[in-house]
């Protein structure tokens, strides 16, 4: 079964062909990371227009780097939130006018959701269940994943997400937005026990997390030394405040993959990408008997591919959508 799936819910223009939601025959992605980095972040009006001139050619692509034409396609997935709207607009009506022309049944799907499957992409074997750590730009979640399309909430951030920690506290370092991927590298040269940041890890039994203490830490941090007008080493710093952020996720990861009995944690999102929590979780992995699963780096951050292959699994277990499919940018994991 070939899905052709879209996705366009943040600065990520992306189109794939995916056979039987685990084989990806094309996946290509369009980023518009250089033309919002000179405002810092992403700037929605300008991420819907990008998206509005580049779709088109990025589905032809995706058909064409997979070898195949519209003819071929069984089914459309595409993003329906959460995302900017204006962005997923343009996803969604791209997809529709496909389902709509081609005859074909058509799926919304979760992004959140599209984050976890990506790992099913890269682990064929992988099935459920198993415990989830999600961490995006967007999104933080610690999720009891029970079925293909069965998700239990667990934990979620109260406040900022984890990738938006690390965003922030680039900023305040001076460093490039998306910030995770600079602050990940200089970790790998910084002294992670140079400062202590606040790890937060909530009421005792919480599997909720909190991001805004650690960035306040950070922020209050860096004032007090150029206040004294003392020099900032950005290395150590960076890998700090990451050892901050990794010892609560891995910590209430192995907690709640302990408490349910699973021998397997899969991590999904922009920030498994991240080498420290990749390193991190695998030794701890290894020491306490659970496996440790993570998709390749560029099914980490925002593609199409794991929107084609979520598309697959509900289409799967019955949950279609129909031309009605609206946009939902605050859509919730369930
Ligand atoms: O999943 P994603 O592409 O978009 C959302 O759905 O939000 O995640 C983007 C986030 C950004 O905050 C980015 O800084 C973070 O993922 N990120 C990383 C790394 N690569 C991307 N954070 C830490 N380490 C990385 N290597
Ligand atoms: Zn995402």
């Known amino acids: 079964m070939l899905t052709l799936a879209i996705e366009t819910s943040c600065d990520e223009t992306s189109a794939a062909v995916i056979r039987d939601g685990r084989e990806v025959l094309s996946n290509i992605i369009s980023s518009q990371i250089e033309i919002h980095r000179k405002f810092g972040g992403v700037v929605p009006e300008v991420a819907s227009r990008k998206h509005i001139e580049n779709i088109n050619q990025i589905v032809q692509e995706a058909l064409d780097s997979a070898n ?3 003819k071929d396609i069984d089914l459309i997935g595409v993003t329906q939130g959460p995302g900017l709207v204006g962005a997923l607009l343009i996803g969604i009506s791209t997809a529709k006018a496909l389902a709509y022309g081609l005859e074909l049944p058509i799926v919304g799907v979760n992004h959140i959701e599209g984050h976890v499957c990506a790992n099913y ?64 590298k200089l970790s790998q040269s910084g002294n992670k ?36 007008g003392e020099e900032i080493i950005v290395e150590d710093v960076a890998a700090s405040f990451q050892q901050s952020v990794l010892d609560v996720l891995v910590e209430k990861s192995f907690r709640l993959a302990k408490e349910r009995g699973m ?72």
Not at 139 to 154: A, C, F, S
Not at 195 to 207: A, H, K, T, W
Not at 274 to 297: A, C, D, H, V, W
């Open 68 to 70: 195949v034409t519209f």
């Open 121 to 184: 992409i890269d682990h064929k074997d992988l099935e459920p269940p198993f415990t989830c750590l999600i961490v995006s730009g967007g999104h933080t979640y610690l999720v009891q994943v029970n079925g293909y399309t069965d998700y239990e909430i667990v934990g979620r951030t109260r406040d900022d997400a984890a990738g938006e920690a690390f965003d922030k506290v680039a900023r305040a370092l001076g460093l490039p937005y998306p910030g995770g991927p600079v602050i990940d």
């Open 193 to 228: 026990a140079a400062v202590d940041f606040p790890r937060v890890m909530l009421e005792p039994n919480s599997y909720d997390f909190s991001f805004s203490g650690l960035k306040t830490a950070v922020l209050n941090y860096l004032n007090q030394l150029k206040q004294k």
């Open 263 to 334: 021998d397997k944690i899969v991590l999904a999102g922009g920030v498994a990408a991240n080498q420290g929590l990749r390193t991190m979780m695998e030794e701890r992995g290894k020491k306490e008997g659970i496996k440790i699963f993570y998709p390749s780096r560029v099914l980490c951050t925002d593609n199409a591919a794991m929107i084609g292959s979520a598309a697959y699994f509900n289409y799967m277990a019955g949950k279609l959508s129909d031309l009605y499919l609206n946009v939902e940018p605050n859509l919730d994991l369930i």
